[in-house]
């Protein structure tokens, strides 16, 4: 027997499946348990796919579960959904994934075709569904993920948002004053031929130069953004990148929970579905939206492969905090994994909101001591002379 087939069936700490259909996928060889499935077809590219994702999937997702529940069968379900879909790309989308099963395809291998849309968890799920015969609560509880998956990103991106705003509106500000207003202070005291105050002369010499310069300023910026993107993009940039954002005293803190949250959420989904355990990790090692954490899923999923539980795998790294690794090695002694991952992404979730309330309490009153400090800055500079006016006079 091989090791894969003895982490899933002979050893009861190793993700104990639940229900017919999850015992079936625990016996597949472990070839085929390793490797997800793919259509024989090209994938399409979708236009605005990334906003169909987030906006229009997961109500797509709960309304196909609910008419399936209701015994509606799948291509009718499609013609209606279709129907009252306003997004152009999404309906075209969804009318391509019903011709492909009037002309004998699954439902699974239609979607496979649109991997920007739905993934290898939302294909992978469903298929095992279709074999379970447990598609409408697998697509709902692929809605409820996604719903939560999508709630955690506004989260965390209208936390950041804010001060986004405020540092970019600061610099604004300060790069209009210093470009037309501080020459007009400077052609002002220009004629009394007396030598300005420090602060002020080094502020015109910052005005002179953004308005001689500043246009190559700005292409320095855009060159070093421009490249600073491909670097993270490279697989080695990117996994240097993540690690620093991992250091990091805040916001390395922030981005663990994140990646534990999404861990926890996707596998237990995946493992509540009955896909096999193997496929479930490679799936879940690209959804923490970390490159250290994917790296870690990865490995853990060799050890797995190899017949060692996952707790195991994972008590030994500092990615994922060890509430998350008692919690596993307790859901595979008593067969509810599952139930365990759930319960911990939601309360990851929860720490996840509090953490990001907290930090953009602090964050308000140093963004305004930031912005008073710039514009504040400028406007003493400016007006330093002043004060010295009788000795720049009387020079």
């Known amino acids: 027997m091989s090791p894969v087939v003895r982490a899933a069936t002979a050893d009861p700490r190793a993700f104990p499946a639940r229900g017919t259909r999850a015992r079936e996928f625990a016996r597949q060889p472990a070839r085929e348990q390793a490797k997800p499935a793919r259509s024989r077809e090209p994938s399409r590219r979708v236009p605005g796919a990334r906003k169909i994702v987030s906006d229009y999937l997961p109500g797509f997702s709960r309304q196909m579960s609910a008419m399936l529940s209701a015994g509606m069968p799948i291509v009718t379900s499609l013609h209606a959904l279709e129907e009252q879909t306003d997004n152009p790309n999404f309906k075209n989308v969804i009318r391509a994934v019903t011709q492909a099963i009037e002309n004998g395809a699954s439902l699974s291998e239609a979607l496979q ?15 095992g569904a279709e074999s379970g015969g447990q598609l409408a609560e697998t697509i709902g509880r692929l809605a409820t993920f996604l719903e939560a998956s999508a709630k955690l990103r506004r989260r965390v991106k209208s936390a950041m948002m804010y001060p986004t705003i405020v540092l970019c509106i600061a610099l604004a500000i300060a790069t209009a004053m210093i470009v037309f207003i501080v020459p007009v202070f400077g052609n002002m005291f220009k004629d009394f031929g007396a030598e300005l105050p420090g602060p002020t002369q080094g502020l015109l010499n910052i005005s002179k130069f953004l308005r001689h310069y500043g246009i190559y300023l700005v292409g320095v910026v855009i060159a070093v953004v421009v490249g600073f993107k491909k670097w993270k993009a490279t697989p080695s ?26 861990f926890a ?6 493992i509540r579905s009955g896909v096999p355990i193997l496929n479930a990790l490679a799936i879940v090692s690209g959804a923490t939206g970390n490159k250290v954490a994917s790296q870690i899923i990865l490995n853990a999923r060799e050890s797995v492969e190899n017949g060692e539980p996952l707790s195991n795998a994972l008590i030994h790294q500092a990615v994922f905090p060890p509430m998350l690794v008692r919690m596993l090695q307790a859901g595979e002694k008593t067969g509810k994994v599952d139930d365990m991952m759930d319960s911990i992404a939601a309360f990851f979730e929860d720490e996840i909101e509090t953490m990001l309330a907290g930090l953009t309490s602090l964050l308000e009153p140093l963004l305004m001591i930031f912005l ?9 500079c400016m007006f330093l002379p002043i004060f010295k006016l009788g000795e720049i006079v009387g020079a």
Do not use: C, W
């Not at 959420?265 to 995946?270: E, I, N, P, V």
């Not at 514009?375 to 003493?380: F, K, L, R, S, T």
């Open 113 to 127: 075709h649109y991997p920007a849309i739905f993934n290898e968890l939302y294909t992978n799920m469903v298929k």
């Open 237 to 262: 940039g990117g996994l240097a990148f993540d690690r620093f954002v991992l250091r990091t005293p805040v916001f390395g803190e922030l981005t663990r929970k994140v990646a534990s949250a999404r």
């Open 265 to 270: 959420r996707t596998l237990g989904q995946m």
């Open 372 to 380: 008073g400090i710039i514009i504040g800055g400028i406007v003493i």
